[in-house]
């Protein structure tokens, strides 16, 4: 495939004396359809008139008021002959936000396609100049199975990530710099740009936004590396010891911690939080052992709470990562432990020497991404202690809520998206901060060719 | 070897041994608990004793009898559906993305690869009522076909681990298939599925289990639309504030029915999921 500037190729393509690749411009196909290539001509003229349609039927109606998000809400007027009141439908801030992203990416889309046709157009006019063959429809067809089999395999994929993933973040990005609350939920009421309001508010504007925001962020750091080192330090020991050579039934022990973890996390979790409350199992038990007369507040003391979810954390990740360190662990190579006895090392000098360092440079990325993972780590928040206790002095927030969970419930129940949506783009610049200093560390992007 | 040295090793052995059995204790103690709360005879959340006055097995029979408010039966074939689709559909896109970007070099692979990257760091729940209202344009909200979507639509990124796999495979297989005439379509039929049995094992089960145990996507897609809930949206309803005292017992009965299936594959999978995180490592 020639490498070539886009710009210049469309100034290439302009210049050309053949009429039809320049009638190209305007009318898709047409060099395609002079060459012989009909049913190819015909596909993007197809989808020229579609585009069209669809830009003027209905794309066009939303990003005209891209600008203003809408102007006139849907008001309730009484109507005196019926003796109730009528809805007149105005704007609605939020479809015209949703489709107007969606007008874009297929025009897009559509932009790609005409350069391709631009570019078919003085290729195929090429051909034809040098008298050499044109492909026919037919043959085309078979290049999607060999030298363009990737477009094959990646148009479906693709099309399913821009749908729900790529044009939902961009909206939700966009949603960032609105007022879109509470108090601006349209139709009945629009919201509009605010530009970077919300940010100011989060930062320092507004005194108990940006209280809680910091709060819940300091505490998202603590319990990310709490969660993670807790977990790494007990895990690796944990498979130190069901790997000893001294002990028997090596699988059954592995599968006694597996299946606490294969029980799905929202039964597991809402059971353990059951157990903490107050009449709970955990407080019956210790009282009718006799260590307490009144029942602990587990749930109801931020610093008791806080404990809580680190040490219920451990009994969720400790199998994770005891399986991964008993992955590692067998995969050490054994002539480094050999040569290193024929040297004299004792048993402890070839843990330091020679397991620590092996796990801990194997399992570093593992661990980055865990650490990310916990800064994200919703259900265990969410399903133990809802992100309480309630903090009067946060906003919508409680004691134990990470970021994640704050978003959710802004979301969820507060409808609060502008906010929502500014706190999960600092978590994006979070995550992709430690991903990519992973990323770059582990080098197995550069190196991806290393095995082939 | 010294008779002392032995006398050590034994108390080495013995004391590893109870630590971990006192490990695997609290470990396994919630799993007995669900257990025995699943056949306790007597309702209620909390109980001010430990052990069951008496047994039965009725909340079990209720679960599946007893559909007037919560129809678990149906919540059942609601999951399995989404769960089979969404599992076909998720395997499927995640082998071909795998293979583009390890196998057929192209102008945008690179392009494409970072821009994969960087999707995925954004909070999966920052986009849900954009998903919501997406599906509400197009008709489809509050029904399980938009849920198979959510499950499955995003499979594009999450290519790393079968990825690495197929890195793994050989390249001078392909080479010599291209002699002998081999398309890249053959190539991936051919030669790259066949050897990836167990990368496809994997990732299958994982989309197959996710629908069982997600209760988040589906309470923003499916609202109040009792009739198309998944077990897990289904069983988290029961335990809430107004049903928690009639249905907790039954709650712990339905968690037993979804849990036991996924547990037998977690014992079968556990070989290729310590293969799968190590191997996996580069995604962040």
Redesign the interface.
């Given at each position: 495939?020639e490498?070539g500037n886009p710009l210049r190729e469309i100034a290439a393509a302009a210049g050309t004396k053949d009429w039809s690749v320049r009638l190209s411009f305007v009318i898709m196909g047409t060099a395609a359809i002079r060459y012989g290539q009909v049913i190819k001509g015909a596909l993007y003229l197809a989808a020229q008139v579609l585009f069209a349609l669809f830009f003027a039927l209905f794309g066009w109606r939303y990003l005209r008021h891209f600008g203003t998000l809408g102007e006139t809400a849907q008001l309730r007027v009484w109507d005196e002959q019926a003796q109730i009141y009528q809805r007149v439908p105005g704007d609605n801030s939020?479809?015209i936000l949703?489709?107007s992203v969606l007008t874009v990416a297929v025009t897009v889309a559509f932009l790609l396609v005409w350069y391709c046709n631009l570019k078919g157009a003085r290729r195929v006019a090429r051909l034809a100049a040098q008298g050499r063959h044109i492909n026919t429809f037919r043959e085309d067809i078979s290049t999607l199975?060999?030298?363009r089999?990737?477009i094959?395999?990646?148009s479906?994929?693709?099309l399913?990530?821009a749908?729900?993933?790529?044009?939902?973040?961009v909206?939700?990005i966009l949603?960032a710099f609105t007022n879109f609350d509470a108090n601006h939920q349209p139709p009945g009421r629009l919201f509009t740009w605010t530009g970077l309001a919300n940010v100011a508010d989060v930062f320092l504007g507004n005194e108990i936004k940006a209280h809680t925001f910091f709060g819940v962020l300091g505490w998202t750091l603590v319990w990310a590396v709490l969660a993670t080192f807790t977990n790494y330090l007990l895990g690796m020991l944990?498979a130190i010891?069901?790997n000893?050579k001294?002990?028997?039934l090596k699988k059954l022990?592995?599968?006694?911690?597996?299946?606490?973890?294969?029980?799905?996390?929202?039964?597991?979790l809402?059971?353990?939080s059951?157990?903490l409350?107050s009449?709970?199992?955990i407080n019956?038990?210790l009282q009718?052992l006799g260590w307490i007369s009144t029942p602990l507040p587990f749930m109801t003391n931020p610093a008791l709470a806080r404990l809580v979810v680190v040490l219920v954390n451990m009994?969720i990740g400790i199998?994770?990562t005891m399986?991964?360190f008993?992955?590692?662990l067998m995969?050490i190579p054994g002539d480094l432990y050999e040569s290193a006895e024929i040297d004299g090392a004792g048993p402890v000098r070839r843990f330091f020497t020679i397991t620590l360092p092996y796990m801990v440079f194997?399992?570093t990325?593992?661990t980055?991404?865990t650490f990310?993972g916990n800064i994200?780590n919703?259900n265990v928040i969410y399903l133990l202690t809802a992100g309480g206790p309630f903090a009067l002095d946060y906003y919508q927030a409680g004691k134990t809520d990470l970021l994640?969970t704050w978003?959710?419930k802004l979301?969820?129940n507060q409808q609060d998206?502008a906010l929502?949506?500014t706190i999960?783009i600092f978590?994006?610049m979070i995550?992709?901060v430690?991903?990519?200093s992973?990323?770059n560390r582990?080098g197995?992007?550069r190196k991806?060719?290393m095995?082939? | 070897m010294t008779k002392r040295k032995a006398a050590r090793k034994l108390r080495a052995a013995v004391g590893l041994h109870a630590v971990l059995a006192a490990l695997a204790a609290v470990w396994l103690l919630p799993v007995a608990w669900l257990l025995l709360s699943s056949l306790r005879q007597e309702q209620g959340a909390y109980t001010p004793y430990l052990m069951p006055r008496a047994f039965t097995l009725g909340n079990y029979a209720r679960l599946f009898t007893d559909t007037s408010l919560f129809n678990f039966p149906r919540w059942f074939l609601n999951t399995l559906f989404v769960a089979l689709c969404s599992c076909l559909i998720t395997t499927v896109l995640t082998l071909m993305v795998a293979y583009v970007y390890s196998r057929l070099r192209f102008r945008s692979r690179k392009a494409l690869m970072n821009v994969s990257l960087v999707l995925g760091m954004f909070p999966g729940f920052m986009s849900m009522i954009a998903i919501y209202h997406f599906m509400k344009a197009i008709g489809l909200d509050q029904t399980l076909l938009a849920l198979i979507l959510v499950y499955s639509g995003g499979a594009a990124l999450n290519y790393y681990i079968v990825k690495g796999f197929f890195d793994t495979i050989p390249k001078s297989l392909d080479e010599a298939a291209t002699i002998d005439g081999a398309t890249r379509h053959d190539i991936f039929w051919r030669i790259i599925l066949p050897s990836a049995k167990p990368v496809i094992a994997n990732t299958a089960i994982n989309a197959f289990i996710a629908p069982w145990v997600d209760f988040i996507f589906v309470s923003v897609i499916m609202k109040d639309n009792y009739n198309n809930y998944t077990v897990a949206k289904g069983l988290y309803t029961m335990v809430d504030k107004a049903n928690i005292y009639h249905y907790y017992t039954v709650f712990c009965a339905g968690a037993v029915v979804v849990a036991l299936p996924i547990v037998l594959l977690f014992i079968r999978l556990q070989k290729y999921y310590v293969a799968g995180v190590t191997s996996g490592a580069v995604k962040g």
């Open positions: 495939m490498k939020m479809l949703l489709f199975l060999d030298e089999f990737h094959t395999l990646l479906a994929p693709m399913t990530v749908l729900f993933t790529a044009l939902p973040i909206f939700m949603i944990l010891a069901i000893h001294a002990v028997r022990w592995r599968t006694c911690f597996m299946i606490a973890i294969a029980i799905p996390q929202f039964v597991s809402l059971l353990i059951r157990a409350e009449s709970g199992a019956v038990a009718q009994w199998p994770y399986m991964t008993s992955g590692v995969n194997v399992t990325p593992a980055i991404t990310v994200n919703f994640v978003l959710y979301t969820v998206y929502a949506s999960g978590i994006f995550v992709s430690c991903s990519l992973v990323y582990t197995a992007v991806e060719e095995f082939q | -």
